[in-house]
Structures are given as structure tokens and as C-alpha cells.
């Protein structure tokens, strides 16, 4: 099972509905993940506030709500 997979597999145990994965950068903590759900033709469904996984070698850390938000702003993301 490669990476991706594996974070889609932890997100779901963890309860949440995704079936995309994007890596978004790293920090001390480890890979930052953000999860998304896209819909048949690869369009991102509404989800609300991000999801995100820190993934350092097998451990994941589902992040939501405020401090997802806080730790996307620390990342210098583009459009």
C-alpha cells in the first residue's frame, strides 16, 4: 500500500469522507496532508473547514477545525 493510500485508509478510521489526498508541504512535525473528497469527474466536493493529516514515518494526526486553519497559514500555498 503506498502512502496516499494509507492516509486515505487512517482519514477514514478517523471518520472522515475522502478519496483525495494532497501533499502541502512538511514542518517539524512531519508530511502535512490535506484531504478532500472529489466527485466522479475530479471536481472537489464541498467539505467545509480543511482536514488535514501529519504523517511522520507510520504515525498520522488527523488535524480539523482551527488549528487545520492555523497550520495552512503557515504554509506558503499558491492558487
Not at 494509507?6 to 490535506?34: C, R, S, W
Not at 482536514?51 to 488535524?63: C, D, T
Request: glycine residues 8%.
Amino acid at each position: 500500500m503506498d502512502k496516499i493510500a494509507k492516509i486515505l485508509d487512517y482519514a477514514q478510521k478517523m471518520g472522515e469522507a475522502a478519496n483525495h489526498a494532497e501533499k502541502i508541504g512538511a514542518n517539524t512535525d512531519g508530511v502535512v496532508y490535506a484531504l478532500s473528497l472529489l466527485d466522479d469527474h475530479g471536481f472537489a466536493l464541498p467539505t467545509g473547514l480543511p482536514r488535514l493529516i501529519i504523517a511522520k514515518g507510520e504515525n498520522y494526526n488527523l488535524i480539523t477545525g482551527d488549528d487545520a486553519l492555523t497550520l495552512l497559514d503557515s504554509f506558503d500555498l499558491e492558487e
